[in-house]
């Protein structure tokens, strides 16, 4: 990164960098420059791409519909019920 480029950007982003922290700023930005050139300069012509580093295995139900309760059991514990539906008390008249 070139300190114009960083001018702008401190603009931008509303910063204020000291010139050691742009010193700092700059040389992160040329390390990474540096190891960019080098992790292109690998031959992965012959190399199979991947999407994972890990190999994932995703283990799936199948969607399958259950009747866990009946309408009865799960009114056992209501105060009242009509026509298969809780009956609660009117809260505004």
Do not use: C
């Not at 420059?33 to 995703?58: A, F, G, Q, Y």
């Amino acid at each position: 990164m070139e300190k114009e480029t960083l001018i702008k950007l401190e603009k931008l982003n509303q910063l204020r960098l000291d010139d050691t922290q742009k010193i700092s700023v700059i040389d992160f930005f040329a390390k990474r420059d540096s190891e960019m050139e080098i992790i292109n300069s690998i031959d992965t012509k012959n190399t199979e791409r991947m999407v994972h580093v890990m190999p994932i295995l995703t283990v799936v139900r199948d969607d399958v519909e259950k009747k866990l309760f009946t309408r009865d059991q799960l009114q056992k514990g209501a105060p009242e019920t009509m026509d298969g539906y809780w009956q609660v008390p009117r809260l505004v008249e």
